[in-house]
């Protein structure tokens, strides 16, 4: 005999349109508000209060908290009402009064979050951003159109980056660093504007990074930033050893598509 699927919790006094839809087990609390063309999957929470425009796809298990809002239209004032889009993936948790905009077509006309992120309360994810997974942006961090944060990534309080700015895997800004150039894997940074101090190894520890890898990571660091090198001739250094390093692959990758260069 199978159990019967859980039910939607939806209070009375929130408001739902016809066109949005629900996935089993959602729960919705007073005064919400969500709009049409809003996909909500199984087992999400939306608070208090929280309003969710759409086209947007919300995955599963998601907790999104009061006052947020949630697939607003992009403040650009080049938008003029087209449809676009906000993809967030699942396990996320979005606190209180954290604004994510939907896509413009200057871009890809989509805003996308992945999977089992936490954004603490007043964080801003503007139009177009790419966010991976496992990213912590702390309260009131915030994010100018067009930015690609990479999984693990952590932003301090206060934190600010610059529109079209890339923040590799693992890296770590501090409270209220101005980060206005591209953030290498690894690399921790902080200060008004952004400085490189080292790498993120505590944050390395705590996923695991064995002794080895963060030792490969320390030298590619001392290469990129206190040899002396050109930037081109740091990345080829760092090149040449990285046929024996995942961890350095990725780092040159990361140089390799870097627009606004880096933060030196």
């Not at 996308?112 to 702390?138: E, Q």
């Not at 206005?180 to 390395?204: F, Q, T």
Request: glycine share 10%.
């Amino acid at each position: 005999m199978h159990s019967a699927a859980p039910l939607n919790v939806i209070d009375r006094r929130a408001v739902i349109d016809p066109a949005a839809e629900l996935d089993e087990g959602v729960v919705v609390e007073p005064f919400a508000v969500i709009g049409p063309h809003v996909q909500i999957g199984k087992g999400s929470e939306i608070g208090p209060h929280a309003v969710i425009r759409g086209p947007c796809v919300i995955g599963r298990d998601n907790q999104i908290f009061q006052f947020a809002s949630i697939g607003e239209d992009p403040q650009d004032q080049k938008y003029g009402g087209e449809t676009t889009y906000l993809e967030i993936g699942d396990r996320n948790t979005i606190r209180e009064f954290t604004t994510i905009h939907r896509g413009t077509v200057q871009d890809k006309s989509v805003t996308t979050i992945g999977s089992d992120n936490l954004l603490m309360a007043y964080t801003h994810v503007a139009h177009d951003c790419r966010i991976g997974n496992h990213v912590v942006m702390a309260n009131a961090a915030s994010l100018g159109g067009h930015v690609h944060v990479d999984d693990w990534a952590i932003l301090g309080g206060f934190s600010v980056i610059h529109q079209y700015c890339r923040v590799g895997r693992h890296c770590f800004a501090a409270m209220g660093s101005i980060v206005s150039k591209d953030v290498p894997p690894y690399v921790m940074v902080g200060g008004h504007p952004a400085r490189p101090h080292g790498i993120n190894a505590e944050g390395l520890r705590r996923r695991q990074f064995s002794p080895e890898q963060l030792a490969t990571i320390k030298r590619a660091y001392k290469i990129l930033y206190t040899a002396g090198l050109p930037l081109a001739a740091a990345r080829e250094e760092i090149a040449a050893a990285a046929s024996d390093s995942e961890e350095l692959r990725v780092l040159v990758a990361f140089l390799d598509l870097s627009e606004r260069s880096i933060i030196r």
